[in-house]
């Protein structure tokens, strides 16, 4: 049994999105939403569940667990027209000594007063260090492809089995921020915006949130391991279709 619990953890973090976001269920093809295979010999299984609401376009949840695998992850998009940062959760068991976890509120705006306050949000629910801190590590964690999207207060860090509750709390400020955020934004700026103002700051980020989730199709090459777990067609259309979607729900 995991040292972990990632699955358990993902599960918290969705009841919190839905209940405080007012999020509704997504259907996704019943092929996607449950999928099995093997991993080192051994039986593997993958679980999704998708959801939208009023400000949320699109956000889904994966469990993947085997016998010497525990991954949960989660991605949370806003709607496009409020230009609010990706939340994006990745958390990796392999092993039962070490998992990595990583978590990011990855921006999506494109003025630097909106990305100082999603900072501010953000740092207001970090918990007191009882882990090296994010900025310390993301250089050493992150790949170069995900530092070009990632926030500078991103989390990624190594853990061992003594830090599993400490990298809970962790990972659930940016879970809270990102509440926060979302339920606190306005697309009124002070009656200045007009239809074109809104409709081309929604194009943009739309356009953006596209690219965020191209990147991780195309450059994450973690990502190879559902081809290797799953029958590829099928992996391949999970990939496209709920795990980063080419064509972002609006």
Do not use: K
Request: net charge negative; charged share 30%; with cysteine.
């Amino acid at each position: 049994m995991s040292r972990f619990a990632f699955a358990e953890r993902v599960r918290r973090i969705e009841r919190r999105l839905v209940a405080e976001l007012g999020l509704e269920p997504r259907a996704l093809p019943p092929e996607l939403a449950y999928l099995e295979g093997s991993f080192r010999g051994e039986r593997a299984t993958l679980e999704a569940r998708a959801y939208s609401g009023p400000r949320v376009g699109y956000m889904r949840c994966v469990e993947i667990e085997s016998c010497d695998l525990d991954i949960g992850n989660v991605l949370a998009l806003a709607r496009p027209e409020r230009s609010l940062p990706v939340l994006g959760i990745d958390l990796v068991e392999v092993g039962r000594d070490t998992a990595v976890v990583v978590a990011d509120l990855s921006p999506m705006a494109e003025a630097e007063g909106d990305r100082a306050r999603e900072r501010d949000v953000l740092a207001r629910h970090q918990p007191p260090a009882a882990l090296p801190s994010a900025a310390s590590s993301v250089h050493a964690e992150l790949p170069d492809w995900a530092r070009e999207w990632f926030s500078a207060s991103a989390l990624s860090l190594r853990v061992g089995a003594d830090q599993a509750e400490a990298s809970a709390a962790a990972t659930l400020a940016y879970v809270t921020a990102f509440i926060e955020l979302v339920r606190s934004d306005s697309v009124d700026t002070g009656g200045v915006d007009t239809a074109a103002v809104v409709t081309a700051r929604t194009e943009r980020t739309a356009l953006r949130q596209r690219a965020y989730c191209a990147a991780h199709r195309e450059r994450d090459r973690g990502l190879l391991l559902l081809r290797r777990m799953f029958e590829p067609s099928l992996a391949d259309r999970f990939l496209r279709e709920v795990l980063f979607p080419v064509e972002v729900p609006r």
